[in-house]
């Protein structure tokens, strides 16, 4: 495969280092002694300190505990893994919180360096965005629990009724792509779409009976069914549509892209990665190697 520009190098990505933690505070050692931060900007190395833009609404992976408003206090799989990879580049994560509409422009005029906050890694994006990816969302059937055994595979769902989000054109775009790539090819009537009114609606219209299977996205509806409500609903295969989810580093960034890139490699490697991801549920979904803008990191 011929090389892009968006590659990492052979030298940035092969940056290994000891150490790994999940705390806000620096990690410790500087540049003298920890070579992903001499990879880091100077004015971020010299700040000692990452502005990421994260927003604390959508769990699993950055959210506010039932009962607080504190943004000090959000958690989920956004929130450990950045404070994991400002450990290994040995600086302070500090997350500011916008409109999530705002979180590329501030990109660009430097009010954030980093977009952590479940962002697709969209071509449309790529423009002015580079995006190291770190895990893989996409459209997510699922059933009610006592309806598992009949869908042992995504092709059982031809010819059954999905409940969809009448606003949810990306997951009813997903939904016809399915029916022409799997359902038609096997003989198998296209899925029956029934349109609901939001996601509350689509999940009572499982319940009830009316819809036989219903779409989430991969990593919300594993939450669902692992920690809101466990043994209620059963994952249908995989996603039908894989589409990756980066951290989002203003274009031309290259220092500070290539270094973020490194630190997650080093995360991969020793575990800590796996073990972010188990603690949210999303083993299934997360990436086995690094890529950036969807390219292979060498």
Not at 66 to 91: C, I, P, S, W
Not at 93 to 112: C, W
Not at 204 to 209: F, K, V
């Amino acid at each position: 495969m011929k090389k892009s520009a968006t590659w990492v190098s052979v030298a940035v990505a092969a940056a290994l280092l000891a150490g790994c933690g999940g705390a806000d505070e620096p990690a410790a050692g500087g540049a003298s002694d920890n070579p992903l931060n001499a990879l880091l900007p100077e004015a971020i190395r010299d700040a000692g300190r990452l502005n990421v833009g994260n927003s604390p609404v959508y769990p699993p992976m950055s959210y506010l505990p039932e009962g607080t408003e504190d943004r000090e206090k959000r958690q989920g799989f956004d929130v450990d893994l950045a404070r994991a990879l400002g450990e290994k580049l040995g600086v302070t994560v500090t997350f500011v919180t916008q409109e999530y509409e705002q979180y590329i422009p501030s990109l660009a005029t430097g009010r954030i360096d980093l977009i952590q906050s479940a962002m697709q890694d969209l071509e449309s994006r790529r423009e002015t965005v580079d995006f190291v990816d770190y895990y893989t969302t996409g459209p997510q059937l699922f059933t009610r629990a006592d309806k598992a055994a009949q869908f042992p595979t995504e092709a059982d769902v031809c010819g059954q009724k999905v409940a969809v989000d009448s606003g949810d054109t990306g997951y009813r775009n997903a939904l016809a792509e399915f029916n022409a790539k799997v359902c038609a090819p096997a003989g198998k009537p296209p899925t029956q779409e029934l349109t609901t009114n939001g996601t509350a609606d689509a999940l009572l219209q499982l319940q009830q009976g009316r819809a036989d299977v219903s779409i989430r996205g991969a990593e919300s509806i594993r939450y669902v069914t692992k920690e809101q409500e466990p043994g209620k609903y059963a994952l249908i295969g995989k996603p039908i549509a894989e589409i990756p989810v980066g951290i989002g580093v203003k274009k031309g960034n290259t220092e500070l892209r290539d270094a973020v890139a490194a630190a997650l490699k080093t995360l991969i490697e020793d575990g800590t990665y796996a073990k972010i991801g188990e603690k949210w549920g999303l083993a299934d979904i997360l990436r086995p190697s690094v890529t950036v803008n969807g390219q292979p990191a060498a």
